[in-house]
């Protein structure tokens, strides 16, 4: 079986009848248009590659790659040297290569790229070019980048929500200092806060790696640690096993009501984290006091208004062995009894 041109090789063609299609005599343009347009309405990958030729011949001076790529030698070129003709040869391979090289720095290049972050109680929400739904918790840190064959988002800090638009050619993967989770489409949050990632999902279902699993964006990933289902979720960190546990879909991004109706929701969740996901709200915020290990090892479940963080904070001391006092500065500082 022969093996199918390379995407340099399709821009580099695309490049060669293009070139001929804007100039010598109207028979050959009219065939290299011909051409072109039957190729890329038979190959979807001609077609693609017609599309980054374009971007290069509009990128450049035309009239240049024309009088390089597009004519055969007339007659009279045809009687000349054996040497000029090598030559000539060598040039037009040169710039054919280098125009190919340039063709897949395009396609390589992301066709929406934005970084985004949020502030103290700061809610964020936005719909990306491929029709994805966005979401950004208070103090969240994000970059986007879609290319057109994949899908990237890079979290440096907090949480997002994600409705994922279906796109089986072009995977979406979440970035953490963690691991990532790939995703062909789904409804689901990503979190990162106290050097832990949580994966939570509403709807579809999601592949997670653990960071020295993860694999660079453009090599066949390895066997994913875990795939998550609707109503499971699972932390990786220090102290987390990694392994699946249930969670009620109707809670995966409650936060997104903000203020206005939004709800922190924690299922067996470690102390500092709990006190980091209100601090994103809160200032003067909550402060820990004590033996880190220990507060570590304190985990909170239950469900709480944003609105409302004095329920929250009356609440602690009935459920978990802590105290709670008010400082000067108007803080909340919490410490075990």
Known sequence: MDEAPSNDALVSEALLLLARSHGGDAQQAQAAQAELQ???????AFAAACQAARQIWQATDGSALRDSLSLPPSARERQGAPRRAVLGLMGVAALTLGLGAAGRWLWLRPTFAQALATGQGEIQRL?????????LDAQTRVRVALYRQRRELHLEHGEIHLQVAPDADSPLTVFTAQGRVRVLGTRFSVAVRQAHMH????????????????????VEPSAPLAELGAGQQLRLGAGHSGQPQPIDAADVGAWQGGMDGGWLVFHATPLPEVVARWNGYLRPGLRLAGNAQRLQALRLTGSFPIRDPGAFLASLPRTLPLRVQR????????APR
């Open 38 to 44: 039957a190729r890329s309405a038979r190959e979807p």
């Open 127 to 135: 719909r990306l070019p491929d029709g994805t739904e966005l979401a």
């Open 199 to 218: 994966v939570a999902v509403a709807q579809g279902r999601v592949a997670v790696w653990a960071q020295a699993d993860a694999p660079a964006a453009q």
């Open 327 to 334: 400082q000067g500065d108007g803080s909340w500082l919490i």
